[in-house]
């Protein structure tokens, strides 16, 4: 049992770029979070999903957007990355409880 | 807005001391409260959940209350060790039924000296 897997651990992107956040669990749990921590701060909520091809926004959404097309994998996507994008992003499931992946450091200059 | 309060401030202690951290929340009443443990460079771990109806759970040395009308809860370690040096953060049920979503504090540093 992996648990959640988040790639990549650690990536510089530059103003303007694109890229995908990837995570996948295999507790073949339904509830998914995306959530992002800046420094001395608590997790902040980005999207989530309660099942396969439904999501929602949390709290702080704008810049991102998620899919959800398996129960194992709910990717994030940032489009257009601006430096306040800078943080690192943690990935969880939760069967009641929330399992976190490892997270991602991003890094946009 | 729903709030949630935990001591920015680290919390150094001794080992073999008592630590107590505070999680304060207002504008709310959740079904429940955890509590995870959060070391640098990796995502946290879940360590208890505290029902609304329970005043006090306990697993091994932690034990945390929740008190509902004061709206908090605290969170104890006993008979601490050095490798009880982290951040722990507490989280509220998100309000909505049948989402899981929590709420975070931003945690509270326990440094715990040989």
């Known amino acids: 049992n992996a648990g959640v897997t988040q790639t990549p651990k650690f990536r510089i992107l530059k103003i303007g770029q694109s890229m995908t956040l990837q995570c996948t669990q295999d507790m073949n749990h339904n509830y998914m979070y995306w959530y992002r921590q800046d420094p001395g701060m608590g997790l902040k909520l980005i999207y989530y999903?309660?099942?396969?091809?439904?999501?929602d926004k949390g709290e702080v959404p704008n810049g991102y957007n998620v899919s959800r097309s398996t129960t194992e994998d709910f990717p994030l996507r940032l489009e257009l990355a601006a430096p306040s994008q800078t943080s690192v992003y943690f990935c969880?499931?939760?069967?009641?409880?929330?399992?976190f992946g490892p997270g991602t450091r991003l890094l946009v200059l | 807005s729903q709030k949630i309060e935990q001591n920015s401030e680290a919390l150094n202690i001794q080992e073999g001391k008592t630590a107590t951290l505070t999680c304060n929340y207002t504008?709310?009443?959740?079904?429940?409260l955890q509590w995870y443990r959060q070391d640098p460079g990796r995502g946290p771990v879940f360590l208890l959940l505290i029902r609304e109806n329970e005043k006090e759970k306990r697993k091994e040395r932690l034990k945390v209350t929740f008190d509902t009308t004061l709206k908090q809860s605290l969170f104890h370690i006993t008979a601490s060790q050095p490798a009880d040096s982290a951040t722990y953060l507490c989280a509220l049920e998100g309000g909505s039924s049948n989402t899981g979503k929590l709420i975070f504090g931003q945690g509270t540093t326990l440094q715990v000296k040989p």
């Open positions: 504008n709310y009443s959740p079904a429940y």
């Open positions: 999903s309660v099942g396969a091809g439904i999501t």
């Open positions: 969880a499931s939760s069967s009641g409880t929330q399992y």
